[in-house]
Nanobody
Framework: QVQLVESGGGLVQPGGSLRLSCAAS????????VGWYRQAPGKQRELVAV???????NYADSVKGRFTISRDDAENTVNLQMSSLKPEDTGVYYC???????????WGQGTQVTVSS
């Protein structure tokens, strides 16, 4: 299946910004669904943001207004722009690709985001 590689994670101060990127080894088409998930220590993995065909987006209530998901199918990338970061945003962030035609379901290895002073 498609290989996904996340990048852009790191340490950032509260109130700061960070941009995560996910690069896919295969082609992403407009019918595919792409999203970002995160997992905090001691917590289950949760959906952060998702974008489907046509550009429709959905966000977790906790990040709405602060995070923006985007996709560039021509470049086979998925991005997550994070602003006004809070310590509660700390966790491992994962990229996910759900392919429409093949029903493929691919996950990246995750990238660590730490929001702390």
């Amino acid at each position: 299946q498609v290989q996904l590689v996340e990048s852009g994670g790191g340490l950032v101060q509260p109130g700061g910004s960070l941009r995560l990127s996910c690069a896919a080894s295969g082609n992403i088409i407009n019918l595919d669904t792409v999203g970002w998930y995160r997992q905090a220590p001691g917590k289950q993995r949760e959906l952060v943001a998702v974008i489907i065909s046509g550009g429709t987006t959905n966000y977790a209530d906790s990040v709405k207004g602060r995070f923006t998901i985007s996709r560039d199918d021509a470049e086979n990338t998925v991005n997550l722009q994070m602003s006004s970061l809070k310590p509660e945003d700390t966790g491992v962030y994962y990229c996910r690709l759900q392919q429409y035609w093949t029903r493929g379901d691919s996950w990246g290895q995750g990238t660590q985001v730490t929001v702390s002073s």
